[in-house]
Structures are given as C-alpha cells and as structure tokens.
C-alpha cells in the first residue's frame, strides 16, 4: 500500500507546469486573454452584429495565414452576439463546422442538424446514416423555425468542403422560405483564392464581405504567452524565454498556434531532463523540433527522390560557402548521393521538376537568373530554412538514415571550401 505521499512512482507536484492546458492546441482562452485582434473581433462583429438587434446579418469571409486566431476570434464574437442576443430577447444559436471533417455537403448539414438539435429541445429524430442531404437540411430548417429568431453558422477551413451549395442553400433560406429566422454565415479560409474557386451563382447569392488576419508580429506574439504564463509553475520561465520564442515565431511565420508549441515543447523538454528552469536554450532546441517537424510533414508525401534532392541542396550549402545552387551544381551531389544510398537516380530534369515541387511546398525558394545572351538563363535554388533542419528532417525517413549527419557534413567542410565533398567517404 501506498503511504499518505502517494506512489513516489508518479510524482503528485509537477515541477514545471502549473495549468499546462493553457498551452494545449484546442484551448480557447477567455476574453481578456485574447490580445492584439481588437480591430478583427470589431469587424466581424460589425458584420454579423445585426443579428443581437433582429435585423439581418451580412455574411463574412475571413482570410489568413494559419494561427492569426481566425477559429478563435470568430467564436468569440459568435459567443458574444448569442449573449448580446440572448439579453434583447432573441433567441440567435451558433453552429460550428470544421469542414476538414465534415468535408462533404452531407457531412456539413449532419454536423449542423445535430448540433442544433442539441442545443434545443427538438424531439425528431436524426438519423446519422442512411438519409441523405435533403433530409438533413429539412431538420436544419425546422428547428431553426421552431426555435430560433437567428443563427451564426461558422464554416471553418471552407475550402476543404467539396462543394459550395451549402453557401446558397444558406443564403437563399429567407427567401425560399425554408425559415423566417436569419442566418449569417462566418466563413474562414487560409487561401486568398479561395473565393474564385466559387461557383458565380454561388458568389453571387452568397454576398459577403472580406476580412485578412495578419500573422503577428513579435510583440503581440509576446502577450499572447505571457497571458498564458500561469501555465508555468512560477518562477520556472526565465527572464527573456518568452522574448526569444516570440522573436523567433515572428520572424518565421507569425503563428501564435506554433509560439506557443514552441513554448510547451520547451518546457516538456526541462522537465525531461530534470531542468528546474525553462531557459533560452530550451526554446532554441523546441523551436529547432518544431521546424524539423513541420519540414517533416511538408515533406511526408514527397518521393524519395525529392527528399534527396532537398538533401543535396542542404549538403551543397553546409559543404560550400554559398547559399544558393544552380540545378546542375544539385543534381551532381544528388548523383553521389543516390550512390551512398543504393538508389538509381533520376535524369536531371527530372530532378529539376522535384524541385519546382519542393519550391511549391515553400521548402525551396528558386530564382531565373539571366546569363549573358550566350550563356542562356537558369534557375538558382536556395533553401528558405536552416540546411540543418532539412538534413535532420530527411534522414528521419527510415530509408535514408545512412546518409551522413549535419556534423558529419560540417565537418567534411573545413578546409575543403566548395570542392566537391568527397561523399563516398562516409559509406
Ligand atoms: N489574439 C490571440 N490571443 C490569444 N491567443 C491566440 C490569439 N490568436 C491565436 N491564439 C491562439 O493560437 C492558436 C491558433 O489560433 P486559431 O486556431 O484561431 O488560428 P487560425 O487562424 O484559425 O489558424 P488555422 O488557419 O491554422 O486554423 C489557438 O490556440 C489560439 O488560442
Ligand atoms: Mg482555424
């Protein structure tokens, strides 16, 4: 039996965190932790807000890059326009939909009929197979008749949905006269293009306005963790880890979902490591996972020719002293390589088409430059992360764990500065 102190297998006080779910992914904050999107959450509210007064809503489009707090402002303001409502005896409901999930027109209205079901007291049932679309928007209709003056219908990551009648059907409800009760649809997307993916008909009836998230930068990126310090037992972050982990995430990409990984990550790896503190080096070592990851999973459907293409672009930059390769200069370290790793390689255009992919996949920035007229032009590819990562992130591929380390190849490089590194050495 276990004494009064527990089983000292599992330590009852944890070290480090304190309220570690403030940094989990599905966390949604409470308002007075959402900082810096005070002009977004005034803009869609000024979209949708019609609705608390029982006037007709617009319907919104919101464009941005991944984690500018698109989900997370629009269900603040969905929240708080039901609230307002709710106070001028309107009854609005709220429906959310992730259309990376519910990715058909079936799907969408399922989650949607269910969802509004839960949140009244209609007594039909909904059959969760064997019906189709119609059955499931007549369900919409009804409880939106019989119990609700409004709605807000958020369409998260719209652009995964296989097609876009769900707008119309939406749209036209009123005046179809599915239902007396309004209907504003929030709209989110990461594609600017998105929009002319769209059906004219569709676009049309479904007239909306547009809203652009911007990544944040390094001193937003800032509050939002410190707001989430309490996450931490306290003490345990030092000074200027949150400093260093907003400058690095604003300086990549602005994502406030990927800060504070970072963040987390940082303090997962003190805490493995029996670190009491979260310090500077602990950041730079989860933002390097980070990377490694994300460069992983760009990369994970990729063939493993384009990951040694990656490689030897990596490799020509680790063993040379310069940062950007003709395709030549890559396809000539590709060849070796494919020789360390038994593979045949591929022709050089070949080659250069899993680069234009790679460049596609934003892994690889490529640029025409002009020969003279004789000389012809060609194209110079460099990486737009650290050569490192990319190294680390291709040798994860179980298939290609024998190619040489990034210290294997940074240490080929001295004193041999740009002659071709002799590879065979390390097979
Ligand atoms: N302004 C903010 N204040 C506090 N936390 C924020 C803010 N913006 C984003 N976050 C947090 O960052 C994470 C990502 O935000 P969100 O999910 O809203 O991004 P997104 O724009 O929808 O990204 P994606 O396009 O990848 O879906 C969430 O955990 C959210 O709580
Ligand atoms: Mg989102």
Redesign the pocket.
Known sequence: MADQAGDPLFQSHDPIFNRKELLH?????DED?????DDEIQSVAAEVGAITRGDPPNNVMIY??????????SRHVATRAQDAARSNDIDCGVLYVDCSEANTETRATRQMALSLKDQTGYDDNIPVRGVGTMEYYQHIWDILEGFFDATIVIL??IDKLDNSNILMQLSRAREARKTDAYIGVIG?S?KVKYRETLDERIDSSFGHRELF?HP?DAS?LRE?MR?REDAFQPGVLEDGTIELCAALAAKKHGD??KA?EILKEAGELARRTGSENVSESHIQQAQEVAEINRIEELTSGATVHAKLALYALASRIITGDRETYKTREIYERYVSICELVATDPITENGLYRQLKEQAFLGVIESEKTGGGRSQGSYLLHRLVTDPKHIVKAVRRDASLEELPTYDQLADSATGARDRDVDLSTFS
């Not at 932790?33 to 999107?37: F, K, L, Q, S, T």
Request: no cysteine.
């Open positions: 992914v599905g966390h949604v904050p932790r959402i900082v810096g999107r941005g890059k991944t984690g500018t707090g698109k989900s997370l402002i998260d990551e989110i990461n998230f944040y937003q939002i707001n406030a979902r504070i």
